[in-house]
């Protein structure tokens, strides 16, 4: 089975929801978040969480996990102003889906105050 590598930043308290799945799964989206974003680039992940989860929430949190190439396929890779910004746009009714198709743990992998 081929997978993809994706990042995801993360303040605090969407951490501790992940964790609460046994690290398998992200939380629903809220109400005013209709789009769930993993990025496909560490570098990329490391600037949201340091530059925005930090001054948003006190900290933030990159999460890194693999993807079924299978159900990525089903979704352009978009950028989000320029090359560097780039992040799969998935519906956040799809969220579901796309955790069912999380290979193995998503793992926190840096971590900014």
Same mark, same amino acid.
């Given at each position: 089975?081929?997978?993809?590598?994706?990042?995801?930043?993360?303040?605090?308290?969407?951490?501790?929801?992940?964790?609460?799945?046994?690290?398998?799964?992200?939380?629903?989206?809220?109400?005013?978040?209709?789009?769930?974003?993993?990025?496909?680039?560490?570098?990329?992940?490391?600037?949201?969480?340091?530059?925005?989860?930090?001054?948003? *929430?006190? *900290?933030?949190?990159?999460?890194?996990?693999?993807?079924?190439?299978?159900?990525?396929?089903?979704?352009?890779?978009?950028?989000?102003?320029?090359?560097?910004?780039?992040?799969?746009?998935?519906?956040?009714?799809?969220? *579901?889906?796309?955790?069912?198709?999380?290979?193995?743990?998503?793992?926190?992998?840096?971590?900014?105050?």
């Amino acid at each position: 089975m081929e997978t993809v590598t994706l990042w995801r930043p993360v303040g605090p308290q969407e951490l501790d929801l992940i964790r609460q799945s046994g690290m398998r799964a992200f939380p629903p989206r809220l109400p005013d978040q209709p789009i769930f974003y993993p990025v496909t680039t560490e570098e990329y992940a490391v600037k949201i969480a340091r530059d925005w989860n930090v001054p948003a *929430s006190g *900290s933030g949190f990159v999460t890194k996990f693999e993807v079924r190439k299978s159900f990525l396929d089903n979704y352009r890779v978009e950028e989000a102003g320029g090359s560097a910004h780039r992040e799969y746009w998935i519906p956040a009714e799809e969220l *579901s889906a796309f955790n069912e198709a999380i290979v193995g743990e998503i793992e926190v992998v840096a971590e900014f105050r």
